[in-house]
């Protein structure tokens, strides 16, 4: 069974208040939008996941929760990873090749540069930048996370608000 990995960046949110750190920012109306978009297009699409993996960061855990609502995906299936929000194109890769190969479609929700980075190294395919809530969707042809590396993937689908 081929293996599908949906990269995510997390819908728009509101600037940085006084006293307030970068991880504590939430989603705006508009990203609280996109983020039900997101989660309305995919239930169109039949998508199921299982899995959804999120950075710590407030706006990245709104935004999976919002997008798990929509799809009606159980609450043991989201799933915080901490090292999502300070990763770089390698950390991200080493979380994805420490998935269990049971979860066969899998989503991740992260932040730029590094989500648009990896997605334009994932396949052969020009991606380039993501918006906010834009997610794109790839298919690898084994069947073990393990194996992810660059230029593996299909892109099968990219869709921004």
């Not at 080493?94 to 994932?122: C, F, K, M, W």
């Not at 052969?124 to 809530?133: H, K, R, W």
Request: a positive charge; proline letters at 2%; charged letters at 20%.
């Amino acid at each position: 069974m081929p293996l599908i990995l949906y990269l995510l960046r997390h819908a728009d949110a509101l600037d940085k208040s006084n006293n307030q750190t970068d991880l504590e920012r939430q989603l705006s109306v508009r990203g609280t939008k996109e983020a039900e978009g997101v989660g309305n297009f995919l239930k169109e699409k039949k998508i199921y996941l299982n899995r959804l993996l999120f950075s710590h960061a407030v706006r990245a855990h709104q935004t999976a929760q919002i997008i798990a609502n929509k799809i009606e995906l159980p609450v043991d299936k989201l799933q915080l990873n901490q090292s999502i929000y300070h990763s770089n194109m390698d950390g991200i890769i080493h979380v994805i090749r420490e998935l269990s190969n049971v979860d066969s479609q899998v989503a991740l929700v992260g932040h730029n540069p590094t989500i648009s980075t990896l997605a334009n190294a994932l396949s052969n395919e020009a991606i380039g930048y993501f918006s906010t809530a834009t997610i794109a969707c790839f298919t690898f042809k084994f069947n073990e996370w393990s194996n992810i590396k660059f230029k593996a993937g299909d892109l099968t689908f990219i869709k921004s608000p």
